[in-house]
């Protein structure tokens, strides 16, 4: 879906390097999270995938369309939809579903086929019931989920979601989290997915975590989520459930310390308690 060759990217105005020498290939239907503490580049990398931002050095394919060349960008930015931080700056119209429509309609599409998608992203996102809603008097998650809903009705096969719950309470976050694995799980959605919450990157196919613009490691959730000490370098915690378990078997009780999720955490204390 997408491959990123050896691509660095300079800010002209800073001369920094945000991206340095990235290599990545993100296949068709899965879910990728991009860890890193601040300004380790995941923005700037989320850039890149869609033409936003051109490498400076090194190439960006979408769908093996390289996103340096002009006549690629229409095609690859109709593929790749981008949803953000804050669902205050996403969202243009006053009635929620002309919001929703302002994509399409840009596309040019006939009206019929703008309310055919624009009926089917509000059901996507669970948002159909607000419809004829104002999107200012919303809540946080709502807000996030008919941004996404302006994206899928856009009929992107990819989205990049650049921690689109930072701004969410533990609600919002979960209703956004559930309509981005519907998506991905149902609707077979490739989904890169910025977060700086490990139970987010826990759900998962793939966890990368970047470092001053370097990937620094690559793996599954689990793989990536239980190695401490290289997390600890790049400024990121553990998964509480990792943490725990990492304590108990330090104070000696026999856990297994290469889980990232609560049940399995139950599970296994549970077991070196003798109780099944
Ligand atoms: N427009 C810009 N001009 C110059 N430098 C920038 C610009 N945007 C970002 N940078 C720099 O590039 C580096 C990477 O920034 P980026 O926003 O990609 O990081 P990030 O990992 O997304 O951080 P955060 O977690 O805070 O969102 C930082 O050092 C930042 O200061
Ligand atoms: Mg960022």
């Known amino acids: 879906m997408i491959r990123i060759e050896n691509a660095s990217y300079i800010y002209p105005e800073s001369g920094h390097a945000a991206v340095c020498g990235v290599n990545l290939t993100i296949q068709k239907g899965e879910f990728v999270t991009i860890l890193g503490h601040n300004g380790s580049g995941k923005s ?7 033409g936003v931002l051109l490498p400076t050095e090194g190439k960006v394919f979408v769908c093996d369309m390289d996103t ?18 804050n669902p205050d700056n996403q969202i243009v119209a006053t009635v929620v579903e002309e919001d929703v429509a302002f994509g399409p309609e840009n596309l040019g599409l006939p009206s019929e086929e703008i309310r055919e998608r624009v009926d089917a ?43 689109p719950t930072a701004m969410l309470d533990p609600v919002g976050r979960k209703e956004v989290m559930d309509t981005v694995l519907r998506l991905n799980r149902e609707e077979e959605i490739t989904v890169v997915l910025i977060t700086h919450f490990m139970q987010e990157a826990a759900l998962s196919d793939r966890v990368i975590v970047t470092e001053n613009g370097h990937i620094i490691d690559e793996g599954t959730p689990t793989e990536v989520l239980t190695k401490r000490e290289k997390l600890q370098k790049a400024r990121l915690d553990s998964p509480l ?36």
């Open 241 to 276: 459930a990792t943490e725990l378990l990492e304590n108990l078997a330090e104070a000696g009780m026999p856990v297994d310390t290469k889980i990232i999720d609560v049940e399995a955490c139950v599970n296994s204390i549970c077991t070196a308690l003798g109780k099944e």
């Open 68 to 85: 340096a060349l002009e006549e690629n960008i229409f095609p690859i930015r109709s593929r790749v939809g981008m949803v953000f931080q």
């Open 44 to 50: 700037t990398l989320a850039k890149l995938l869609n």
């Open 121 to 163: 992203a509000l059901r996507a996102v669970d948002m159909y019931a607000y419809r004829k809603h104002a999107p200012h008097l919303l809540s946080g998650g709502q807000k996030q989920r008919v941004a996404i809903a302006g994206i899928i009705a856009m009929k992107p096969s990819c989205i990049v979601l650049d921690e």
